[in-house]
């Protein structure tokens, strides 16, 4: 389907039917690009202080919060406690605010290996799809362009469908790439070299191996990153494969959609709809040029709002005297994104499992509070898990069904050793797979 066609036709009666506002929203996203930098700042000045107004007087957690409104939101918002992963799953119904309105619950386990869950309603939801849309747009994708997208969720809802039928999208699952799987991928990428390319770089990078070592000619525009780590021999093997560079994205499962990359190696921090604090170790503000650990506050959602969610990542924001002095945009820059490492299980037959074959299976079990995969050789691997109270063997049995299911060989064995610490670096952000496997 051609841009206007998708844009001025589909998306319209998308909307009509399904009473949402995707493109309003689209363009509300749109409207940011050609914004100066002050433009910006005040915009998001504006947003962080309607949003800390809000929290504190819908949202039960923050009812006690005293806010001067002769304070810039800057200051304002270091009133607001960090929020952590353990508060979301302690008590998510303090940050809820309290009406009957439908919500869907997002599940999370993402690279920390801790499951939580966040709930948006209709609006919030639109927000975050439209939103992805337009950032890969910046990314270089055009509107109306087939998009070929790797994942985790082998089964789409109806929605999810519709969104697939207008938007194009052809959906790969990440779970295993087998050979069959890879060169069905390829079959279809080369019929077109309009497609967008999207995924976790782990996967897009296996599909570049296969390329490489097949000597098949396939060039793309765009590769997009998303969910993992983008380590550099990804980079390089992307590149090769498809001709062109892959643009990475920073973002969370949780609603934030916090930096892309454009025309420069660093990452655009998009402040319309975050706002990024990097704090040391004691919760104070680091100088640009230093790690700190990454704290985020989304500015326009309203069923649960999250002020300063503590992510669990390490980041360093680029000083701006090294600015390069004609970016495309007028967001700050990150760079550099550090501690979302992520590694693969080799199988026996060289198919190899991502981080999120194993976290698309944890995050929907609660009973398994966290978990980490290790492998020591092609043979087998060991599950180490903490359990919830309400954990049984039943619980056991059936993750291992899961598991198995997936690998689809039973000569790999699958070991579980129940643990009641997973340890972890830096960040404070576990490493969901430990391999020893070169």
């Not at 952590?84 to 998510?92: A, E, G, I, Q, V």
């Not at 975050?128 to 509107?143: M, R």
């Not at 021999?233 to 499962?253: D, L, V």
């Not at 991502?354 to 050789?377: D, L």
Request: with cysteine; glycine share 6%; aromatic share 10%.
């Amino acid at each position: 389907m051609n841009n206007f066609l998708l844009e001025k036709i589909a998306l319209p009666i998308g909307d009509l039917i399904l009473k949402s506002n995707f493109v309003k929203s689209l363009n509300f996203w749109r409207s940011f690009d050609s914004l100066s930098e002050l433009e910006l700042i005040s915009h998001q000045e504006k947003q962080l202080k309607n949003q800390l107004l809000y929290a504190q007087k819908h949202i039960s957690k923050y009812k006690g919060i005293k806010i001067n409104l002769n304070k810039k939101a800057d200051e304002i918002i270091k009133s607001f406690p960090i929020l952590t992963k353990d508060d979301l799953r302690s008590n998510p119904k303090s940050l809820q605010i309290n009406n009957n309105q439908h919500v869907s619950r997002i599940y999370s386990s993402g690279s920390t290996g801790v499951s939580t869950w966040v709930s948006m309603n209709k609006l919030d939801l639109m927000s975050i799809q439209s939103l992805s849309i337009h950032l890969w747009e910046l990314c270089g994708y055009k509107l109306g362009n087939p998009i070929l997208q790797t994942g985790i969720s082998p089964k789409r809802s109806r929605l999810k469908k519709m969104k697939d039928l207008f938007f194009g999208v052809q959906y790969v699952s990440a779970f295993t790439l087998s050979t069959d799987d890879l060169k069905k991928i390829c079959s279809r990428l080369s019929k077109n070299n309009k497609y967008t390319l999207v995924g976790y770089p782990s996967s897009l990078n296996i599909i570049a191996e296969y390329i490489i070592e097949n000597n098949i000619n396939l060039k793309l525009k765009t590769v997009i990153g998303l969910g993992d780590k983008l380590f550099d021999h990804y980079k390089k093997n992307i590149q090769k494969a498809f001709g062109c560079k892959i643009h990475e994205t920073y973002g969370s499962s949780e609603g934030f959609q916090i930096g892309f990359q454009a025309d420069l190696d660093y990452m655009y921090l998009y402040t319309p709809q975050v706002y990024l604090e990097l704090l040391d170790d004691n919760n104070n503000p680091v100088k640009e040029g230093e790690i700190g650990n990454v704290v985020v506050t989304r500015l326009e959602n309203k069923h649960m709002p999250l002020i300063r969610y503590k992510l669990g990542d390490l980041a360093i924001m680029l000083p701006k005297d090294k600015y390069p002095p004609n970016r495309k945009f007028n967001f700050p820059l990150i760079e550099k994104v550090i501690g979302r490492n992520t590694d693969v299980v080799i199988l026996p037959d060289n198919r190899k499992l991502i981080v999120h074959s194993f976290t698309g299976i944890f995050e929907y079990i609660p009973e398994i509070k966290q978990f980490k995969i290790i492998q020591k050789n092609r043979k087998s691997m060991t599950v180490q898990f903490i359990p919830d109270d309400n954990f049984t063997k039943e619980v056991l049995k059936n993750s291992k069904l899961k598991l198995q299911k997936i690998i689809n060989n039973n000569n790999f064995k699958i070991y579980f050793e129940e643990v009641s610490l997973i340890g972890g670096k830096k960040s404070g952000k576990p490493q969901i797979i430990e391999s020893y496997i070169t």
